[in-house]
């Protein structure tokens, strides 16, 4: 027995859903003008509430990487100074063992 896909759920779906707008229409208990200027409105009004959507998706998604970005190059500057701190810590502590060698070279030479 073969198992139906999720492309062909989704075709039987749309289907489904053709057939019942269809019959909504036939069966509505108001004009045909006045359906018509229904669905009109509603299709104007679902325009520009996918539009708002759209123009608040665009905003949302430029503010996030505007924050992303901010905090990304916070997060570098801070690296950098981390970085810098422990060179100079390094460099600290090399010149330190530098100078203990030569105090014990030049006590054993003595």
């Known amino acids: 027995m073969a198992e139906n896909s999720g492309g062909d759920k989704f075709l039987y779906f749309l ?10 229409l036939l069966f509505a208990p108001k004009s045909g003008r006045e359906t018509r200027e229904l ?5 104007t009004d679902s325009k520009d509430f996918i ?10 998604v430029g503010d996030t990487r505007q924050k992303v ?20 810590q390094l460099a600290a502590a090399f010149e ?9 070279k030049s006590a054993g030479s003595e």
């Open 15 to 24: 289907a489904g859903a053709g057939i019942g707008a269809v019959l909504a």
């Open 39 to 43: 669905l009109a409105k509603t299709a």
């Open 51 to 60: 539009a708002n959507k759209y123009t608040e998706g665009k905003q949302y």
């Open 69 to 88: 970005t901010d905090d990304f190059n916070a997060f570098i500057d801070k690296s950098k100074e981390a970085v810098a701190r422990q060179k100079e």
């Open 96 to 104: 330190a063992g530098k100078a203990a060698y030569r105090d014990e």
